[in-house]
């Protein structure tokens, strides 16, 4: 089997080597990260993070029970103690539980596809487009009397498997991140953010110019509790999904009678307009060969004209569902996480709204949303959260996006805001939160605006 992007031989070599040091059945998962992260702070650089480094995971399976242990130490002597603790970590699993797991056995190996997910350049990881990136912010801000806060990133992993069962594979992918935040004096806030493949495509100036657009002058109006037609940008629609992506495509939840489609599949979830897959090779997102098990990725309808389609799995989760189930390469941690396996390249396919504006016009009053913040869920089944709307929140009043609105808390089902979407914008784009805790893994959803009924207020 031929891996998808054969980088530099030391990460594929690496983990082979390391995958020597395993009794019995395993896999050995290295990850080299390259990456930069600049954050600014009332139009100043205030902090630089410059990571280069590589981690080693090896995992054993013992009687369906799975240990595993990490280092960064490369040395024969690391490797051959990180591989006695995961052996023995598997082993002990395997007599506290006093019968086999039911984690199924490692997959065997598959071709994979090519993808066009790394830029050479930013591979370099060189500070010098993030520093113009931010010149350009500040002027911007300044230019409006505001202030500039935020985050930029970028980044290249490669990540190389070698299992028991034959997989040897290594993929490359890079991945770039701007936020801008603009502050006037009075703690009014606007953002605005871009995700891309490639450094080179962040424009400072035109995320600051799109952030400083929210910042309205004016007392912001106060909406009471109620239920209201809402406008809801990208960046608000993106959060929505990434966090059902948990709570209803997750097949080890499915699985065990706990997700939100649980007897729902094949039965309408959301309005006909919504299309909604996991698609790795999708143009606007980051792209990947193969998940934590080194299955292929490919892509997955998880909602097709409103019916529920598709859950995903790795392929512990597969064999608990049983009959014909499989792996579908979403698995998220070697041999599988603990939570179950998710879709990580999240689609929703766009309508024909020319943009905001358009999807504000047949709404007499109601909620332009830009972000929401602080989701959490209420009910994992109902698909209920809570949150609150954040830098940017305006009143919609006869057709117009029109007066600053203060921020509001909603609790509302994400699958019911998809049941009342009653228009697409045209022009998807990706959305993500960049939040990289431990190793880095930059994920996104490609989504459009969208309008829908009855958003549920609060407070």
């Given at each position: 089997?031929?891996?998808?992007?054969?980088?530099?031989?030391?990460?594929?070599?690496?983990?082979?080597?390391?995958?020597?040091?395993?009794?019995?059945?395993?896999?050995?998962?290295?990850?080299?990260?390259?990456?930069?992260?600049?954050?600014?702070?009332?139009?100043?650089?205030?902090?630089?993070?410059?990571?280069?480094?590589?981690?080693?995971?090896?995992?054993?399976?013992?009687?369906?029970?799975?240990?595993?242990?990490?280092?960064?130490?490369?040395?024969?002597?690391?490797?051959?103690?990180?591989?006695?603790?995961?052996?023995?970590?598997?082993?002990?699993?395997?007599?506290?539980?006093?019968?086999?797991?039911?984690?199924?056995?490692?997959?065997?190996?598959?071709?994979?596809?090519?993808?066009?997910?790394?830029?050479?350049?930013?591979?370099?990881?060189?500070p010098a487009p993030g520093g113009a990136a931010l010149a350009a912010a500040f002027a911007v801000a300044a230019e409006r009397g505001l202030e500039a806060f935020g985050t930029w990133t970028s980044g290249?992993?490669?990540?190389?498997?070698?299992?028991?069962?034959?997989?040897?594979?290594?993929?490359?992918?890079?991945?770039?991140?701007?936020?801008?935040?603009?502050?006037?004096?009075?703690?009014?806030?606007?953002?605005?953010?871009?995700?891309?493949?490639?450094?080179?495509?962040?424009?400072?100036?035109?995320?600051?110019?799109?952030?400083?657009?929210?910042?309205?002058?004016?007392?912001?109006?106060?909406?009471?509790?109620?239920?209201?037609?809402?406008?809801?940008?990208?960046?608000?629609?993106?959060?929505?999904?990434?966090?059902?992506?948990?709570?209803?495509?997750?097949?080890?939840?499915?699985?065990?009678?706990?997700?939100?489609?649980?007897?729902?599949?094949?039965?309408?979830?959301?309005?006909?307009?919504?299309?909604?897959?996991?698609?790795?090779?999708?143009?606007?997102?980051?792209?990947?060969?193969?998940?934590?098990?080194?299955?292929?990725?490919?892509?997955?309808?998880?909602?097709?004209?409103?019916?529920?389609?598709?859950?995903?799995?790795?392929?512990?989760?597969?064999?608990?569902?049983?009959?014909?189930?499989?792996?579908?390469?979403?698995?998220?941690?070697?041999?599988?996480?603990?939570?179950?396996?998710?879709?990580?390249?999240?689609?929703?396919?766009?309508?024909?709204?020319?943009?905001?504006?358009?999807?504000?016009?047949?709404?007499?009053?109601?909620?332009?949303?830009?972000?929401?913040?602080?989701?959490?869920?209420?009910?994992?089944?109902?698909?209920?959260?809570?949150?609150?709307?954040?830098?940017?929140?305006?009143?919609?009043?006869?057709?117009?996006?029109?007066?600053?609105?203060?921020?509001?808390?909603?609790?509302?089902?994400?699958?019911?805001?998809?049941r009342a979407t009653e228009a697409l914008a045209a022009a998807p784009r990706l959305t993500s939160e960049a939040e990289y805790y431990g190793r880095r893994f930059a994920y996104g959803t490609v989504c459009?605006?969208?309008?829908?009924?009855?958003?549920?207020?609060?407070?």
């Open positions: 089997m031929s891996a998808v992007a054969r980088g530099p031989a030391s990460a594929g070599d690496l983990a082979a080597h390391a995958l020597g040091f395993l009794d019995g059945e395993g896999q050995a998962t290295v990850e080299r990260e390259r990456s930069l992260m600049l954050r600014f702070a009332r139009s100043a650089p205030t902090q630089a993070t410059e990571i280069d480094d590589a981690t080693v995971h090896l995992l054993a399976l013992r009687d369906g029970h799975a240990g595993g242990a990490t280092t960064n130490l490369t040395d024969d002597d690391s490797l051959r103690a990180t591989a006695r603790r995961a052996g023995a970590a598997a082993e002990a699993a395997a007599r506290a539980a006093g019968k086999p797991g039911d984690h199924p056995g490692l997959p065997r190996p598959a071709a994979y596809r090519g993808h066009d997910g790394y830029d050479l350049r930013t591979a370099r990881v060189d290249a992993v490669e990540t190389a498997i070698a299992s028991s069962k034959g997989i040897h594979a290594v993929d490359r992918v890079t991945d770039a991140y701007m936020k801008v935040m603009c502050r006037d004096g009075r703690a009014r806030t606007g953002q605005a953010s871009q995700a891309a493949i490639a450094a080179g495509e962040l424009d400072g100036a035109a995320i600051a110019r799109t952030a400083a657009a929210k910042v309205a002058p004016g007392e912001p109006a106060v909406l009471p509790p109620g239920a209201y037609p809402v406008v809801l940008d990208a960046e608000a629609v993106g959060g929505l999904l990434e966090m059902l992506a948990g709570l209803a495509f997750n097949g080890l939840a499915q699985a065990e009678g706990r997700g939100a489609l649980e007897g729902r599949l094949g039965t309408r979830v959301a309005a006909p307009a919504i299309n909604l897959s996991d698609s790795p090779r999708y143009p606007r997102t980051w792209p990947r060969a193969f998940d934590f098990e080194g299955v292929p990725k490919a892509p997955i309808p998880l909602i097709q004209d409103g019916i529920a389609h598709r859950v995903v799995h790795d392929t512990r989760s597969a064999a608990v569902a049983g009959g014909d189930a499989r792996s579908t390469g979403h698995a998220i941690a070697p041999g599988g996480s603990a939570h179950g396996p998710l879709p990580t390249n999240l689609v929703l396919a766009g309508g024909g709204a020319a943009g905001v504006d358009e999807l504000a016009a047949p709404i007499e009053r109601g909620i332009y949303v830009t972000r929401l913040w602080y989701l959490n869920v209420v009910h994992p089944q109902q698909t209920l959260l809570t949150g609150t709307t954040r830098d940017g929140t305006f009143l919609i009043e006869d057709g117009r996006i029109s007066r600053p609105l203060r921020d509001v808390r909603f609790t509302d089902s994400v699958l019911r805001i998809l459009p605006a969208l309008r829908a009924g009855g958003f549920r207020v609060t407070g």
